[in-house]
């Protein structure tokens, strides 16, 4: 059999009936059954540490969290715990999918902006107040995208990895 040796974009759990080694997957149903006649579930996960930006990253985001209403003097509304939580796993993600991060900030209306870039490849994320996300990507001037991050993250992916 061959093995597989893609990286997961997303890290989800694969499913697969390449063998890697007997450490790697579980047999279902009768365990003495020949490889033939076994199902096979190859669960790989990655537990790669994160990065010291990554870690920089989140430790400003938390910071986030002691921010009071009229932050800026100019009357911006800081952002709730649940968006600064939702950036902080989108950190975690883009570092385990080595999304260069490139900036992290509040924003004037309680959103939280999670900024990428590699040359002159471009994306910010927003997670607002009210739950939503947008996403941005861009070269320059010219906008290459416009979504949602939850529908829109692959391409994220493939725009500032490919």
Known sequence: MQALNNLALDFEPEISSSVISDEYFWRLGNPKA???NTTMVIYTSFFLPLSSPAKEFITKLQSFKSLTPDWDSYGAMPPPAESIDRAIALINKA????????FVAPGPNGEVVVEFKKGNKEAAAYINRDG????LLHEGNNYVLEGTLEENYKNLLSYING
Not at 95 to 102: A, G, Q, S, T
Not at 132 to 135: R, V
């Open 34 to 36: 020949s490889v033939a």
């Open 95 to 102: 570092d385990r999918n080595l999304l260069p991060i490139y």
């Open 132 to 135: 939503s996300t947008e996403l």
